[in-house]
Structures are given as C-alpha cells and as structure tokens.
T-cell receptor, first 114, second 111 residues
Framework: DTEVTQTPKHLVMGMTNKKSLKCEQH?????MYWYKQKAKKPPELMFVYSYEKLSINESVPSRFSPECPNSSLLNLHLHALQPEDSALYLC?????????????FGSGTRLTVV | AQSVTQLGSHVSVSEGALVLLRCNYS??????LFWYVQYPNQGLQLLLK????ATLVKGINGFEAEFKKSETSFHLTKPSAHMSDAAEYFCAVSDYYQLIWGAGTKLIIKP
C-alpha cells in the first residue's frame, strides 16, 4: 500500500459546525503532515506529527485541532471556521521527519465554509 | 534561509515538443530538491527528487531534472510533451521539517 487516503473528498460546513477530516496511511511512515492549499497557490504547512507527537504547529488558529490517534491515522478537527478557511486540505506522510524524505500526499479534502 | 523561484507562472508547449520548466533555489546548506505535479482537483505527486547523489535525476512519466550547483538551478525537462502532462508543477527545497515551495508553473499543452 503506497497511498495516503483522505476522507471525505468534499465537505461543506457552516460556521457553527464541528467536523473532522481523516487521513490514513499504511506505509509505516512515522511523520505525517497537514497542509492547506488555496487556489493557484503552493501548499502551506499547518502541522507536523512525528512518531505520533505534535512536532510543529505553524501558528495555526485554534479552530483547527489536529490529532494523531496512532501511527497510521491523522485527524484534523474543525470548529467555528470562517469562509476564508475554505481551501484544499492535504495530508502527507514521509518515512521520517527530515530533509531528504519525499512526501506522499493524499488527494485532499475540498472544504467549503458557508 | 531557503527559497525557490519558478520562472513563468504559465508555460505553453505543443504536443510532442520539449518541456522545460525552470526552478532556481537559494539554500544555505546542500539542498535537497523536489519536483511535484498536481493535476486538477488532486493532491500532489512526487515526480523526482535530488538528495546529493547523481546530478541528473530521472523521475516518473518521462521527466528528468538536472541539478546545477553553479547555476543554483534544478530545471525539469521532458523530451516530448503529451496532453496528459497538462498540470501544475511545483519545485521545492527541503528545510529540515518542511518543504519551501515555488509558486508553481501551469503547463499547458497545445494540440
């Protein structure tokens, strides 16, 4: 299995809703990442988990809450989002956290906040 | 600090023609460099990476890139463009725990 699987593929939520994005990989990768990508822009790093522990938080607002229940799963809990949070949310994994490992990306969740 | 510049937000080539997408980097340490491709409404797929081994790197789908330290470049090429190559291409340099991305180049293939 060489994939990163993200669910759901599309999500529409109101500003008062609570929802979660899910990411799963079975490649034995020990680093997992959440990225946000706006249209026609490169991805922006949000969070890094290494060995199931939060390693990096790129000053992301608290309305985004990551969780890593085990080495294969990564969740992103969403609460009280704003319309400007609408974007493609990408999960990625790599063998380890470090410079020389390429990332494997999922197909993303297209989030629309109304 | 590391940075990446991709020359040309859009590149248009005819089907069968040479593809050349330009990437220049700035890095205070020996760079690890990557090219990713993103098809519409999809995630990013690793095309190839340079991690200080051979300077000519071959990737998937017939793409290759050459690392030139003297020019601080890592340009992506493909000898013959195919309609299926139409996508957004991102060059990136690794900054330990994250990738520093270029702005991307949209490759347009003319029939």
């Amino acid at each position: 299995d060489t994939e990163v699987t993200q669910t759901p593929k599309h999500l529409v939520m109101g500003m008062t809703n609570k929802k979660s994005l899910k990411c799963e990989q079975h490649m034995g990768h020990r680093a997992m990442y959440w990225y946000k990508q706006k249209a026609k822009k490169p991805p922006e790093l949000m969070f890094v988990y290494s060995y199931e522990k939060l390693s990096i938080n790129e000053s992301v607002p608290s309305r985004f809450s990551p969780e890593c229940p085990n080495s294969s799963l990564l969740n992103l809990h969403l609460h009280a989002l704003q319309p400007e949070d609408s974007a493609l949310y990408l999960c990625a994994s790599s063998q380890e956290e470090g410079r020389d490992y390429g990332y494997t990306f999922g197909s993303g969740t297209r989030l629309t906040v109304v | 600090a590391q940075s990446v510049t991709q020359l040309g937000s859009h590149v248009s080539v005819s089907e069968g023609a040479l593809v050349l997408l330009r990437c220049n980097y700035s890095s205070s340490v020996p760079p690890y460099l990557f090219w990713y491709v993103q098809y519409p409404n999809q995630g990013l797929q690793l095309l190839l990476k340079y991690t200080s081994a051979a300077t000519l790197v071959k990737g998937i789908n017939g793409f290759e890139a050459e690392f030139k330290k003297s020019e601080t470049s890592f340009h992506l090429t493909k000898p013959s463009a195919h309609m299926s190559d139409a996508a957004e291409y991102f060059c990136a340099v690794s900054d330990y725990y994250q990738l520093i991305w270029g702005a991307g180049t949209k490759l347009i293939i003319k029939p």
